[in-house]
């Protein structure tokens, strides 16, 4: 019996669960799917983290509307849905006479869009609001609205409130057909799972073309383009106060030195278009590229703090997002080409498709019972030795540290793996057990065990991140 | 929460925390021993090999029966136990030292002393330290934790093998896994000589004819979700060589690409750390700058031997007694790096008597000899008939050497290697 839905939305990244999440709260039966194992593994997962300051794009264009809207709606999420976010403040550092003339304008745009509290900045108010930065500095902006935020936890949040307001999610679900059948669309994934939903959400991310062209709606090309990134230890002497910006170019926002929300300090991205959009391989070249942009204006970071690098794609279509109901199709919402700042924007795009759905004919009656909270999963990092002692007495698995360098213990562990993350990166990004300067050489194993406990896989099923990645190949 | 006091604290209870809690007891000090796993013996449970305790012992042993014969020991003492339980923090005031920890049977602890000896071991390097470029699939592995998977838990970590990085781990899990049927089809080090002992070149590499590629650096990994193959390149004369680069297929990589003493506790409780060891600065006691604290083993320098570690601590242990007696060091002197020296631990001497040194050189040579000078005098010159940056070299410097380091107030000795 093929299930029947009011809304499918495709693709479980920071736009699918933001638009879940917001039709939760109305009477509606809402699909979540992803063709990955688990929520947040595209797009979502490897980018910069950043809630932009509004000044970067000009008004005209929806992504900088949607931009503005999105950076104002984080406060009230991070006090319903407990995700890290801080915000901490931008600056943007010119190091030569032009690139001041460039922050001018960044200003102008920045006043003229409303942004709070955004001011420009001498060469002393510059160090003395980020001591770190290199005394090449001239001056600069800072944006104090702008932020940090771990990208893949505010997405788990999300799909959490989601799921818990009764959407279902469905992941492994990797769409092959789509067909207009009377009022409603038919879904088909590869494994042969099917569903029915009169109205469908196109959030595919980089492969938002191809879910396009099956459900037979517009014809575009989505772009690959690369970012790489390394990750510094927590012990950096490097880590700033501040997210520190590059003067832009025209082609992108330029390499930044993020302190994460979480201690560590992320440097890039990079900016190189891939043919291949699951090639999310690092190279040689453009790393060392980015230790030289970035020591440019924070010179104490040094490659011995490095503990790892990575890339994401950026899903590029046009200069601006492509958030539309389809013209060719029925029922049909597109959320297309939402690179930066899409993160920032995505609390907002949520709306702006409920606005959309409502138009072209989904009934919204809101739920009495709608509950926006998520409970709080305990954090031994966060935790004073007494509250961890009270939690210890209740449940021992908080006195049982599994990951040493991240600080997470065993309840933590089970706790995600009861939250559906069934895969050593979904327990990752969820705990950040393997996250911190030994990258689970000592944890694996552990995690391994619990999984296999909780869950009743074998260990012939533990995989890196799905399918094709276990992690063993036998048994002695 | 429960709150114990103890004269000494150790924190770690691998072999150089045994042995030095040993020595603790053995001077009639109430001693606890702290240590995060279900029971004592750190990473040996997994060295299965044996080539343990040749010094120690005059006998060779398995990983574990070393572990076992200190165990028993400890467990013969009136030694304070604590096994499951983690030091989340170290504090170091005024008064006692603190302890806090937390285990899943007792909640948090706090434990309170006068000294604490850190004994906490070392960690792989991984990947992301030395840089790695390629893709980021399933099947990359620290040799640590492939042996840990093979030898304790009972699984095949993968069958087509690459071991980058020449360390001790890794050399001996190229043998480990050619043993459990895997083709091992490489091991890739980027130094023109091995990291490891020779031993183990011999016994786990040429007994089993598996390439060693000296001279050559990973440049690439390749597979989406499960490694694929890693891309090699020559390195000569100091430039990379890319048109000699070539790709060995594999669906397994595993990391010996070094060891780092882990001091997150130590800096945490105000130690001043060596960035040549990684480990603490030392005096001739092994007491770190933080008086009353004292570090031995892997967390002090990264020990090609268990012997040499369990003798480092045993010291530390006797040193740490004596200072709850009242007793510090006497006079000292400064030890001076020398020409192709890389580190000596501990970094002082004590004048009035027999010290026990650690050290490495940063070269290969045959022939070598190890000179000790103050100002220009030769205090002591030892022939090594080969000496390498994988073999720690160990040097005692007796009193009798050091009764003409002069009265001054910053004497310092310097130890070369030519």
Not at chain 1, 353 to 377: F, I, R, S, Y
């Amino acid at each position: 019996m093929e299930e029947s839905f009011d809304v499918a939305i495709i693709g479980a990244g920071v736009c699918g669960a933001n638009i879940a999440r917001r039709l939760s709260a109305y009477e509606l039966d809402v699909a979540l799917v992803d063709k990955e194992a688990d929520v947040s593994f595209g797009v979502s997962k490897a980018n910069s983290g950043i809630v932009h300051g509004g000044f970067h794009h000009n008004r005209k264009l929806l992504k900088a509307r949607l931009e503005i809207q999105g950076a104002m709606m984080f406060d009230r999420l991070k006090a319903e849905l407990d995700f890290p976010f801080v915000r901490c403040g931008i600056v943007v550092v010119a190091l030569h006479e032009d690139e001041m003339r460039a922050v001018e304008q960044l200003y102008a745009q920045g006043v003229e869009n409303g942004v709070i509290g955004v001011e420009m900045c001498s060469r002393e108010r510059m160090l003395d609001l980020e001591p770190k930065l290199s005394g090449d500095a001239l001056g600069g902006l800072y944006a104090p609205g702008g932020g940090i935020v771990e990208p893949y936890r505010f997405v788990f949040s999300l799909v959490e409130s989601a799921t818990r307001n009764g959407v279902r999610l469905y992941t492994d679900w990797d769409l092959v057909s789509a067909a207009r059948e009377g009022e409603a669309w038919s879904l088909r994934a590869a494994d042969g799972r099917k569903m029915r939903a009169r109205f469908a959400v196109n959030c595919g991310g980089l492969f938002a073309d191809e879910i396009s062209r099956i459900f037979g709606a517009e014809a575009y090309s989505i772009k690959g383009r690369k970012g790489e990134y390394y990750l510094l230890d927590k012990l950096t002497r490097a880590r700033p106060d501040r997210v520190v910006f590059p003067v832009p170019t025209s082609l992108s926002k330029g390499m930044l030195v993020v302190p994460t929300v979480e201690g560590t300090v992320l440097l890039g991205p990079t900016a190189s278009a891939v043919e291949d959009k699951g090639d999310s391989a690092t190279t040689r070249e453009r790393l060392e590229t980015i230790l030289r942009s970035a020591r440019t204006m924070v010179p104490d970071i040094s490659e011995t703090d490095v503990i790892t690098s990575f890339a994401g794609i950026r899903p590029t279509l046009g200069e601006d997002f492509y958030i539309d109901a389809s013209a060719k199709v029925p029922a049909f919402i597109q959320v297309a080409g939402i690179q930066s700042p899409g993160l920032t924007a995505s609390p907002a795009i949520g709306e702006y498709v409920k606005d959309l759905l409502k138009k072209v004919g989904l009934v919204l009656v809101e739920k009495a019972d709608w509950d926006p909270a998520v409970p709080k999963a305990p954090r031994a990092r966060d935790l004073s030795l007494f509250e961890l002692d009270a939690l210890a007495a209740e449940d021992g698995g908080y006195g049982e540290v599994v990951c040493r360098c991240e600080r997470v213990t065993e309840a933590e562990i089970v706790a995600a793996i009861r939250r559906g993350h069934r895969t050593l990166d979904g327990i990752k990004y969820f705990t950040r057990a393997q996250m911190g300067r030994c990258q689970g050489g000592f944890c694996t194993y552990k995690i391994l065990k619990i999984l296999m406990r909780e869950t009743g896989m074998p260990w012939s099923e533990i995989a890196k991140h799905g399918r094709g990645s276990t992690l063993l190949r036998g048994e002695l | 929460m429960r709150e114990l006091s103890f004269d000494a604290v150790v924190i770690g209870g691998g072999a150089a925390g045994m042995a030095a809690a040993l020595e603790l007891d053995a001077k009639g000090h109430t001693v606890a021993l702290v240590e995060r796993e279900e029971r004592l013996g750190g990473i040996l449970a997994q060295c299965v090999h044996s080539g343990f305790g040749l010094v120690e012992f005059d006998e060779e042993l398995t990983g574990p029966e070393f572990a076992e014969r200190f165990e028993d020991r400890v467990s013969g003492r009136p030694i304070s136990v604590f096994c499951g339980c983690t030091v989340l923090e170290l504090s170091s005031g005024e008064g006692d030292k603190v302890a806090s920890c937390i285990s899943a049977r007792e909640g948090a602890l706090r434990l309170k002393s006068r000294a604490v000896v850190l004994a906490m071991g070392c960690r792989e390097r991984n990947r992301g330290n030395i840089r790695i470029p390629g893709s980021r699939p399933a099947g990359i592995f620290t040799a640590g934790l492939a042996q840990r998977l093979v030898n304790v838990e009972g699984y095949v970590p993968g069958k087509e093998v690459v071991v980058i990085g020449s360390g001790d781990i890794g050399l001996i899990m190229a043998r480990r896994m050619s043993w459990i049927g895997c083709k091992v089809h490489a091991v890739v080090e980027i130094l023109p000589y091995p990291s490891g002992l020779t031993r183990n070149i011999v016994q786990c590499l040429h007994d089993f004819g598996i390439p060693l590629y000296l001279s050559h650096l990973t440049t690439e990994v390749y597979g989406r979700d499960r490694v694929e193959g890693i891309e090699v390149a020559p390195i000569e004369n100091g430039a990379l060589i890319m048109e000699k680069a070539f790709k060995i297929p594999c669906d397994t990589v595993l990391l010996s690409v070094g060891l780092v003493p882990e001091n997150e506790l130590s800096r945490n409780a105000g130690v001043a750390i060596n960035p040549m060891t990684n480990g603490a600065w030392t005096d001739s006691s092994l007491m770190t700058s933080v008086p009353g604290v004292f570090a031995c083993g892997n967390v002090l320098h990264v020990h090609d031997l268990v012997d040499y570690v369990v003798e480092e601590a045993g010291r530390a242990g006797r040193f740490a007694a004596l200072w709850l007696e009242g007793a510090g060091p006497g006079r000292e002197a400064r030890i001076k790096i020398g020409p192709n020296v890389r580190y000596v631990a501990p970094a002082r001497v004590e004048i009035g008597r027999d010290n026990k040194l650690y050290l490495r050189t940063m070269i290969v040579k045959n022939d070598a000899v190890l000179e000790v000078k103050q100002g220009g005098k030769v205090l002591l010159s030892s022939k090594r008939n080969h000496v390498q940056p994988s073999e720690m070299i160990t040097l005692t410097l007796g009193k009798t050497e050091l009764s003409s380091v002069g009265d001054l107030p910053d004497a310092a000795i310097e130890i070369s290697i030519q």
